[in-house]
T-cell receptor
Framework: DTGVSQDPRHKITKRGQNVTFRCDPI?????LYWYRQTLGQGPEFLTY????????KSRLLSDRFSAERPKGSFSTLEIQRTEQGDSAMYLC???????????FGPGTRLTVL | GNSVTQMEGPVTLSEEAFLTINCTYT??????LFWYVQYPGEGLQLLLK?????DKGSNKGFEATYRKETTSFHLEKGSVQVSDSAVYFC??????????????FGGGTRLMVKP
């Protein structure tokens, strides 16, 4: 069990650029979640996958945000036309089944200049 | 909707002091309740959980009891150590919902333990 990994750990970009983050869940986990955490706040749910199906995406912050999990393994979160308000920590978590404990990755810290 | 409210920090204690961090929740049905901890420079880690009323979750000397009548899940530890300094998050997940048991977090409470 290597845990949930995320790449990159830090990303600095200029306003208007597109960014993509990757999450590799624990290998046997079929559920994968994305959260956003701003400074001094608790994580905020964005979207989740069960295998390759994105079953909830209404909480994505705007249509600039999109996520994929093409083969039911790793996932990517893309933010298009980044804005300074997108600066935050983006967290990925995975679980084996719905009610099971979610295990979090270390996060990707995004800074938009 | 679901929500979690926890006491604002920072909470500053001396080593070996008793710790309580209050957490109350609003949810439909019977949620599962969690405490996650975030140590400096590290990711979120599950500290303990409880899945039904009157359950007590415990780990590393920390305890929390699921109180349905007061919709609370307060975190306690009898004797804190400097190494317990971290940010603590209370969270819930409904048993059934459309978002696959998404976690709803409180705002976090920073604990600072001085030697």
């Amino acid at each position: 069990d290597t845990g949930v990994s995320q790449d990159p750990r830090h990303k600095i970009t200029k306003r208007g650029q597109n960014v993509t983050f990757r999450c590799d869940p624990i290998s046997e986990h079929n559920r994968l979640y994305w959260y956003r955490q701003t400074l001094g706040q608790g994580p905020e749910f964005l979207t989740y996958f069960q295998n390759e199906a994105q079953l909830e995406k209404s909480r994505l912050l705007s249509d600039r945000f999109s996520a994929e999990r093409p083969k039911g393994s790793f996932s990517t979160l893309e933010i298009q036309r980044t804005e300074q308000g997108d600066s935050a920590m983006y967290l990925c978590a995975s679980s084996l089944r719905g009610p099971d404990t979610q295990y979090f990755g270390p996060g990707t810290r995004l800074t938009v200049l | 909707g679901n929500s979690v409210t926890q006491m604002e920090g920072p909470v500053t204690l001396s080593e070996e002091a008793f710790l309580t961090i209050n957490c109350t929740y609003t949810a439909t049905g019977y949620p599962s309740l969690f405490w996650y901890v975030q140590y400096p420079g590290e990711g979120l880690q599950l500290l303990l959980k409880a899945t039904k009323a009157d359950d007590k979750g415990s780990n590393k000397g920390f305890e929390a009891t699921y109180r349905k009548e007061t919709t609370s899940f307060h975190l306690e530890k009898g004797s804190v150590q400097v190494s317990d300094s971290a940010v603590y998050f209370c969270a819930l997940t409904p048993l059934l919902n459309n978002a696959g048991n998404m976690l709803t977090f409180g705002g976090g409470t920073r604990l600072m333990v001085k030697p």
